[in-house]
C-alpha cells in the first residue's frame, strides 16, 4: 500500500540490483559493480540526475553498442607522471577509476600524475574521482568536457551561440576529520536538467540563467529548449566571463591534451585528474594540523541571516548520504517503473525486481 | 601645459624610471628589473590597480624591512618535480619569478611540476606568471592566497564574517595565435579596490557584491567599510558557493601546502604554481592545430547584444597592451606626484624624475 509519491529504497540492496542488471547487459561483475556504486552513492548524496535514473540510458548505451562493456582498456601514451587512458567506449565511470587508479599509482612513486581519457564514455558524477583520490590522502583536481555530441549549449561570454558545454570541476582535499573537502560544479550557470524542472515544474527561472535564440536575457524554460534553442550563461551571473574563462581551461586539460578536438562529433565525456602528493610539500601530520585549523577558522564565522551554520565543501553531501544510508533513497515512482522495465528488459529474474519493489 | 586630467607615460622610459626608483632603493639592478617589469607591465595590460601605484608602497615596505631588496631564496625541500621555494622577503615579484624559472625547469626534465612559495611578499599580478610559464610554451595553472595580516574580508557561503582573502586564481595556455590564453581572476566576487572606486565616486554598488556587519545585503560602499566592517561575497552571486569552494582550494594550495598557518599573521601572498608540460600528452604541432580550432569555434559564436565579438580570455589585455605601447599609458596626476616624491626619497636625481614628468 503506498500512500507516498516516492519509495525509500535501501542502498546496500539497491546496489546489489543495480549491479545483477548491469551484470546481465553483459558486464563483467566487477565492473558492473563499479558502476552500479558509482550510480547508487551520487543518489545517496543527493545528485539524483547522476544516480540510477541513468540505468536506462546506459542499457540502451549498451544496445546501441556506444558502451561497451568489459572493452580493454590501454595506456595509449605515458611518462613517470602522466598517461592518456584509451577507455574503449567501456563504461565512463570504469574508464574513469582506471584513470583514478592509474593517477594514484603514478603520484605515489613520481609525487604528482595528470591523467587524461579518450573514448570515455558517460562517466557521471565527477566527484566521485575525486573523493576516491582525496580518499588515498592525494590532492585531486579534476575537469571533464563533453564532446559535441552531447550538446553546446553554454555561451561564451560575449557570444549569442553555443559553443561550450557544462564543462564541470571538481576538486577533493584530504581533511584530519574523516570526509575529504569535496566539491563539484558545473562551470555554467546551472546544469540543463535544473532548467528542465522548472519547465516540468511551470515556474520561471531566476534572471541571469538563459538567452533566448536571439542572445536576450529570458526566464522562460521553454526558450532554452526552443525551437529556435536558446542557450545557458557562463557561471558567475554579472561577471560571468570568469565561468566562460574555467570552462575553456576545462575543455583544454579534458579535451585538446587527450588529442580530440573540439568540434569532434562523438558521445561521451572527456577527464583530466591531476594528482598532487601532499608528503611532497610536508608530512600527513602538519598537513592534517594545517587542515583541521583552517577548517575550524571557517566555521567559526557566524552564520549568515537564514544561514544555520557555515558548512565546508562536500559537508552537505556526506551528511545526506549519511541520512539516505539510514533511512533510504527516496525514489519516485515512473523512475522505478523504467528501470525495472529496464531491469525486464536485459532478462532479469522478475521475482529479483519485485522483491527489490518491496523495499519501499 | 597640462590641460588633461591625466598624463600619458611612454612605457619603456616608465620601466627604466621605475627600475632606477628601485635600484636606489637598494635592489640589485636585475631584480629591480623585474618588478619594474611587472609593474609597468601591468598598467600595459591595464590593471592599473597592480601597476606602478604599487612603487610608493613597496618602497615604504623597503624602509620598514618588510621587503628585503636582494635577500638570498632557497629550496626549503624539493622532489623532481615540486619545490617550496622560500622567498627570504625579497621583492613578491622576484621570488614568484624565481619561483617560475624553478617549475619550468622541472617541467621540462620532469614532464610536470608543483612549485609553491612561502616568505614571499606581494607578488602584484598572478597572470604575470602563469603568462611567463605559457610563453614558454607550457600550461600553468596558479593559485595566491593572503595570510590574515592583508585582512580577510571574503565570506564564506554562508557565513557573515569574513575568513578569506580575495585569493585569485590564473591560468594560462599556449595558443597557436601567439599570446597565450591567459585568464587572472578573484575568487570574491569583486577585488576590494573596485569597491574603494564607486566609495570614492559616491555610487551605489550592485547587488551581490557585499553585506553589512550583520550580513544583510548591501548596495552602500561604506557598509563595507565600516566600522563596523563588512564583508565581500564569494564570487558566483546567488551560486557563490562555488565561489567559496574555489577560494578555500586556492587556500590549500597556495597556503597549506607551503606549511603556512591559516591564521598566521604575515605580509604577503602565497603563490602555487602547477606546470603541465603540453609534450607529455601530445606534439606541439598538433596541440596547436587543436587549440587552433578551438580558438577559431569560439569566436565564430555572433556576438550577444551589446558586444562586437567573442574575445578569448586575455585578449582584451593584450588589444590594451598594444594601445598602450603606442600611445603611453594614462596615469593621474595625484599618483605620479606620488611616486615622483618616493623617487625623491630614495635619492633619484629630481632632473630624471622631471625628464620622465614631461612625457605627457
Known amino acids: 500500500m503506498r500512500t507516498t509519491s516516492e519509495l525509500r529504497l535501501d542502498a546496500d540492496s539497491l546496489k546489489s540490483f543495480v549491479e545483477a542488471v548491469f551484470v546481465h547487459s553483459g558486464a563483467p561483475p566487477d565492473e558492473a559493480r563499479i558502476v552500479s556504486d558509482h550510480l547508487v552513492t551520487a543518489n545517496l548524496m543527493g545528485y539524483d540526475s547522476h544516480g540510477i535514473i541513468r540505468v536506462c540510458q546506459y542499457l540502451e548505451d549498451v544496445r546501441k553498442g556506444i558502451i561497451v562493456p568489459g572493452a580493454a582498456m590501454r595506456i595509449d601514451s605515458e611518462t613517470d607522471n602522466s598517461a ?192 598532487l602528493d601532499i608528503s611532497a610539500f610536508l608530512s600527513h601530520r602538519e598537513f592534517n594540523v594545517l587542515i583541521g585549523e583552517l577548517r575550524r577558522y571557517i566555521k567559526s564565522s557566524p552564520p549568515a541571516p537564514n544561514h544555520r551554520e557555515v558548512l565546508l565543501p562536500g559537508e552537505p553531501d556526506f551528511r545526506l548520504m549519511a541520512e539516505r544510508s539510514a533511512h533510504g533513497i527516496p525514489v519516485d515512482h515512473q523512475t522505478w517503473e523504467q528501470i525495472c522495465d529496464s531491469a525486464r528488459s536485459v532478462g532479469l529474474d522478475a521475482t529479483e525486481v519485485s522483491k527489490m519493489s518491496q523495499l519501499s
Chains 1, 2 share one sequence.
Open 84 to 275: 592518456i587512458l584509451d577507455c574503449g567506449w567501456n563504461f565512463g565511470q570504469v574508464g574513469a577509476m582506471r584513470a583514478v587508479q592509474c593517477a594514484i599509482a603514478k603520484a605515489q612513486s613520481h609525487h604528482m600524475a595528470t591523467v587524461v581519457t579518450k573514448r570515455c564514455n558517460h562517466l557521471g558524477r565527477l566527484g566521485t574521482f575525486t573523493q576516491a583520490v582525496a580518499e588515498k590522502g592525494f590532492i585531486a583536481i579534476a575537469a571533464c568536457n563533453s564532446p559535441p555530441g552531447d550538446g553546446r549549449f553554454v555561451l561564451p561570454w560575449g557570444g549569442r551561440d553555443g559553443r561550450l558545454s557544462t564543462n564541470p570541476m571538481s576538486f577533493a582535499i584530504p581533511s584530519d576529520d574523516g570526509n575529504p573537502i569535496l566539491s563539484d560544479f558545473s562551470t555554467s550557470q546551472v546544469p540543463e536538467g535544473k532548467i528542465r524542472l522548472y519547465k516540468n515544474q511551470k515556474k520561471k527561472l531566476p534572471v541571469g540563467w538563459i538567452v533566448d535564440a536571439d542572445g536576450n536575457p529570458s526566464t522562460n524554460p521553454q526558450d532554452f529548449y526552443g525551437p529556435p534553442r536558446g542557450a545557458i550563461l557562463p557561471f558567475g551571473g554579472d561577471l560571468g566571463h570568469r565561468g566562460y574563462a574555467l570552462s575553456l581551461l576545462v575543455e583544454i586539460l579534458a579535451g585538446v591534451l587527450a588529442g580530440v578536438g573540439s568540434t569532434k562529433q562523438q558521445p561521451g565525456n572527456g577527464l583530466c585528474l591531476i594528482v
